[in-house]
């Protein structure tokens, strides 16, 4: 939601979710089921394309996570 309570939206008109979680066990499989929620247009699990994420915080630090590289 938007500081207002509305709820946040692309620039295409979709909703948009913001989330924080733990490690994810099996990122492949939770994109298979993403992947197959009608309607959903995005997962943002970037499997098998990126080899650095850069993972923002809220106190406005960046951490670098490179693929083969644990957390």
Known sequence: MDPEGRPRVSDSGNLLG????????????????LDAVPG???????LGIADLVLVGDETGGVREVAAGRSQ
């Open 18 to 33: 913001d989330g924080h979680f733990d490690l994810i066990s099996d990122p492949e499989g939770l994109a298979r089921r």
């Open 40 to 46: 959903l247009v995005g997962h943002g699990l970037f």
